[in-house]
């Protein structure tokens, strides 16, 4: 008997019930809450919601189209007086029509790149004073972007950056953390997706740790920008 | 440092709680806060009864069902080329990562918060190999270790003991020259960690669930130094308690958004991330990737009346309700599991010669049942400890059944019981004291300070009033009461 199979017969025998009854008894939930909490508001109540909560989460909140969104973008970098720029390795600058705002965007960004290795891309985003990176969903009722890893834009691309920036599609614009982990799970299982990491992230970092005292900007970026591309 | 922190008697540690007067202030001030916090984000949602019905449901099903989810937890860990450890004890779970660290010929290990790796006692084995570096990167975490691997008082805000000034002063010892903001001292411990972030090679995390049916992790976080660990060091460590699995994604995002809720009072934390091995194409993120999964007293729970402890989720809401706690904090209980889910989980994981106390530090008010968002019925679980701990002890229970027999036979006869309510005023009063009402008396009519025999424990640390005169007592206001209601009547 391996090491595994030893544990497993010992947590069975313990509690007095046999092994491998589950296919036989998946769990149904007693409720559909986590559907149908939100699921009767309009895209445009969905979008006042995402205002409102990512807004309470400490988040700067704009909107922009496409036509627009290049000059949005270059907002950020001066508000922010951003001396190095870090931008992921993706398709989505033909989709959001910024494929000529790249190539003129000051400061000159670095990518991050696949195949690059760890260490260049690392020390890419660890210098970075600000990072733009495409988000799948932005959650209403939470304030809360969501964005797998991929080649092109690594784990570390939305943590080590001082300042980050989002871009969001406003039709990606969804209810909840459910409708999010529907389509991750529908992906990765489809086999569509293939990503080691799922980052739902709500805001910039911050601790209670000091005396309950609310700190925003720990470990990771110290302020969030959400910029939500209307016609998108 | 072990499941237990101390080794003072109970009674001691309560006595060094007392004089404690921070810690007191801060636990009453942080319970506070995060009553209304917690009650204003579970009412936002809505429907919370139903949702603890769900959470419930989940963690019952994992905990029934167990083995079966673990083994399809490791299959799939195994299928993205990752590695699983089953560890009985916890000497199996710090020896099998210390061996792996020593293999590798680990430098600089980074940790993010997790309870589980201080129960198996992990950094001080690390650090037991010549030439290891170690940091714990959780912001409380950090100022624990750096104030000599201080005790945790909490299992959320693990220094809600210590000040801003007590804080700085353990910084200055790493060069820090600011003040006491709590804002400067966070932005020099982020500079601080970012450097050992950088170098290192191994990343230690806990699990807040593990999703059965894909193998990923699921961890959340405020800081976002969780996400750094599993993002830089080319070796991961997830060190999880056996319990701690979802059957899918599903699941784990219910109860992400419960804990948040109940932890913290936020909707969902700054960080909720769900990973494994790094894939093909990917440039960062753990290329070796084990997993450790504990049971270490755990499965003591399995098949008894205990089994619900196991549905826990560490939100650490019964702690913010609990009135025991508010008066002893974390320390009191001598475990790294303090509060009600403390008293109920220690003593399964290391028996009662160890944890026999905590049972009895409780006031079995049942706030802690009425706020697990899992249904846990903490309070009746530890009404259980009690009856095991009197069965299996051979406890001697004559003088308290003769008590309980004398207070039955004394509220159950009529005449008995008149002859108590008629004398208790005039018996009480030369132990009376009379005062004007301040914050500190709120019963001028007159309150007893010190009882005598068993009637003391009370008074040291409760009030008794003065029983009310016959003529004023509940039934002479109820006869009255009734007449005068009679008289409107025929009127």
Redesign the interface.
């Known amino acids: 008997m391996t090491e595994r199979e030893a544990f497993l017969e010992g947590l069975a025998k313990k509690a007095g019930r046999p092994r491998h009854q589950l296919k036989d008894h998946p769990l149904v939930p007693v409720n559909d809450l986590p559907e149908t909490t939100l699921a009767d508001k309009s895209p445009a109540e969905l979008a006042a919601l995402a205002k409102t909560n990512s807004e309470a989460v400490h988040v700067t909140y704009q909107t922009t189209t496409t036509k627009d969104l290049p000059a949005a973008l270059d907002a950020f970098i001066q508000a922010k007086a951003a001396k190095t720029l870090l931008l992921p390795t993706t398709d989505a600058y033909q989709r959001f029509g910024l494929e000529d705002w790249r190539q003129q965007v000051q400061p000159t960004p670095t990518y991050w790149v696949p195949g690059a290795g760890r260490e260049a891309n690392l020390k890419a985003a660890a210098s970075a004073e600000a990072a733009i990176g495409f988000a799948d969903f932005l959650l209403a009722e939470s304030g809360t972007i969501t964005a797998a890893t991929t080649p092109g834009q690594g784990r570390a691309f939305h943590f080590l950056p001082t300042h980050y920036l989002a871009v969001i599609p406003a039709s990606r614009i969804v209810a909840r953390s459910r409708q999010a982990a529907d389509w991750y799970d529908r992906e990765i299982k489809a086999g569509r997706l293939q990503t080691s990491n799922i980052n739902f992230i709500t805001g910039p970092s911050n601790s209670g740790d000091i005396e309950m005292v609310l700190i925003v900007g720990v470990h990771g970026p110290l302020d969030m920008t959400y910029l939500v591309v209307e016609d998108q | 440092m072990t499941i237990k922190t101390s080794n003072e008697p109970f009674l001691t540690r309560l006595k060094e709680s007392e004089q404690d007067t921070f810690m007191q202030k801060?636990v009453a001030?942080?319970q506070d806060?995060q009553w209304d916090k917690r009650t204003a984000a579970r009412n936002e949602?809505?429907?919370w009864e139903?949702?603890r019905?769900?959470g419930e449901?989940?963690r019952q099903?994992v905990i029934?069902?167990?083995?079966?989810?673990?083994?399809?937890f490791?299959d799939n860990i195994e299928k993205?080329g990752g590695h699983?450890f089953?560890a009985?004890t916890d000497k199996e779970a710090s020896d099998f990562i210390k061996h792996l660290a020593e293999e590798k010929q680990v430098h600089h290990v980074v940790k993010s918060k997790s309870m589980v790796t201080t129960e198996i006692d992990l950094d001080k084995e690390l650090l037991k190999i010549p030439g290891l570096s170690l940091l714990e990167?959780?912001?409380?975490e950090f100022?624990l270790q750096e104030d000599d691997w201080d005790e945790p008082t909490h299992i959320v805000?693990?220094?809600?003991h210590?000040?801003?000034d007590q804080?700085r002063t353990i910084f200055q010892k790493l060069g820090y020259t600011g003040d006491n903001d709590?804002?400067h001292?966070?932005?020099f411990?982020?500079t601080y960690?970012?450097a050992s972030?950088?170098k290192a090679d191994m990343g230690i995390t806990g699990c807040n669930f593990g999703v059965a049916d894909?193998g990923?992790i699921n961890l959340v976080t405020?800081?976002?130094?969780a996400?750094?660990v599993?993002?830089?060091p080319?070796t991961q460590v997830v060190v999880m308690g056996?319990e701690r699995l979802v059957?899918?994604?599903?699941?784990?995002?219910?109860l992400?958004?419960m804990l948040a809720r109940s932890a913290?009072g936020?909707?969902?934390?700054?960080?909720?991330?769900?990973?494994?091995?790094?894939?093909?194409?990917?440039?960062?993120?753990p290329e070796d990737f084990y997993v450790v999964?504990v049971?270490n007293g755990r499965?003591?729970a399995?098949?008894t009346p205990f089994?619900p402890v196991l549905q826990c989720i560490r939100c650490g809401a019964c702690l913010n309700v609990c009135p025991v706690y508010r008066h002893i904090g974390g320390h009191g209980y001598g475990s790294i599991y303090p509060g009600p889910i403390g008293a109920v989980l220690s003593p399964v994981l290391r028996g009662y010669e160890q944890f026999g106390d905590l049972p009895f530090a409780s006031s079995l008010c049942g706030a802690c049942t009425e706020t697990c968002p899992v249904r846990i019925p903490l309070h009746e679980l530890l009404i259980k400890h009690r009856q095991v701990m009197m069965n299996k002890l051979h406890t001697d229970k004559s003088f308290n059944n003769v008590i309980m027999k004398g207070i039955g036979v004394a509220t159950s006869t009529p005449a008995m019981f008149r002859m108590a309510l008629t004398a208790d005023h005039v018996a009480m009063a030369p132990l009376t004291k009379h005062a004007p009402i301040t914050v500190e008396n709120e019963y001028p009519e007159g309150i007893i300070r010190k009882a005598p025999s068993m009637a003391k424990g009370w008074t040291d640390v409760r009030d008794l009033p003065e029983m009310p005169k016959h003529s004023e007592n509940f039934r002479s206001w109820f006869k009255q009461h009734h007449k005068e209601q009679e008289a409107k009547q025929d009127d």
């Not at chain 2, 805000?157 to 809600?160: D, E, G, V």
């Not at chain 2, 969902?268 to 769900?274: G, P, V």
């Open positions: 801060a001030k942080a806060a949602l809505g429907h139903q949702w019905d769900l449901q989940i099903h029934r069902y167990l083995p079966d989810y673990l083994e399809e490791a993205h699983v089953f009985k990167t959780d912001l409380a100022i805000f693990p220094t809600l210590k000040n801003r804080i709590p804002q001292l966070a932005r411990a982020r960690l970012r972030f950088l894909s990923l405020n800081e976002g130094n996400d750094l599993m993002a830089i080319k056996m059957p899918s994604l599903k699941e784990a995002e219910v992400d958004n913290v936020q909707k969902l934390t700054s960080y909720c991330s769900f990973s494994t091995r790094q894939v093909s194409g990917e440039s960062d993120g999964i049971d499965s003591n399995l098949g089994e």
